[in-house]
Structures are given as structure tokens and as C-alpha cells.
């Protein structure tokens, strides 16, 4: 008994993909890959960012808010950020530190390895103090620095 199959009963005993679906299927993940791979920078670049905002308008604003409220102002610009961690010279009486938890005695640094800066009274915000990352090109008062302004 020798059966002829339709075509439609072929298709359904036939299980599997042929060749060109899965070149289509590969081509299809080879661009996903390079689309990923060329906007990598950006990606890191924005959270990088983020973290340096997060920690100049939360992070150490609280430490400075509770230094104000135990000393009465805020830290010089002579003193810095440094104040947060050790008393300054002749305010020990009333220092009630450390303000923030620094491993090994220093700040931690933005996420492109430079110091955060720190100006009071500030100049753009004169009421009150600058606290700022230097950003990507590591130059001060530039157009990329991340500021609590």
C-alpha cells in the first residue's frame, strides 16, 4: 500500500526549521548584538550620571543639613568636605561627626575617579553652598558638571 501524501500532510510530518529560518533568525540577533554594542557608551554613560546627581542632591546633602544643625552652618570651602569626616580646626566642641561613612578616612570619588567639589558659600547658588562632579572631561565650571543646581 503505497499511500501518496497531499502536500499539507507533508508540512505537518515535516518538524523543524529549514535553513533559511535560521539564517533569518541569526541575521535577526547579529543586528540586535551590533545595535547594542555600538550604544554600550551611551547606556553606561547615562547611569553614570545618575549615580553622580544621586549622590550630590541626596547623599550628601543630609550630611551637610546634620553638620548645619550641630555647628550652625555649613563647612567653609577652606574646610571642605573634609569636615564631614574629622573635625575642623577649633570646632571640635561642637562637632558631632563623622557626617558620613568614609572607608579609609576619604570621600568616595564621582564615577569618572575625580574628587567631588565643594564651594560654600556657592556661586550659583549663592544662598546656600556647591556641591558638584567635575564630569567626564574633568574640568571644572564646565558645561558637563553634575550640580546640586
Known sequence: ????????????LRKGFTLLEILIAVAIVGMLVGIAVTN??????????????????ESLKASLVRYRIDLGDYPTTDDGLKALITAPEGKQDRWRGPYV????????????GAAYQYRYPGTKNTES?????????????????????
Do not use: C
Not at 557608551?41 to 542632591?57: M, T
Not at 558638584?132 to 558638571?145: A, Q
Open 1 to 12: 500500500m503505497n499511500r501518496r501524501l497531499t502536500t499539507s500532510a507533508r508540512r505537518t
Open 40 to 57: 554600550i557608551d551611551k547606556i553606561l554613560g547615562q547611569s553614570q550620571e545618575g549615580v553622580a546627581k544621586l549622590f550630590v542632591n
Open 101 to 112: 561613612d568614609a572607608k579609609g578616612g576619604a570621600l568616595p570619588l564621582d564615577p569618572w
Open 129 to 149: 553652598y556647591d556641591l558638584f562632579s567635575i564630569g567626564r572631561d574633568k574640568i571644572p565650571d564646565s558645561s558637563d558638571d553634575i550640580g546640586n543646581w
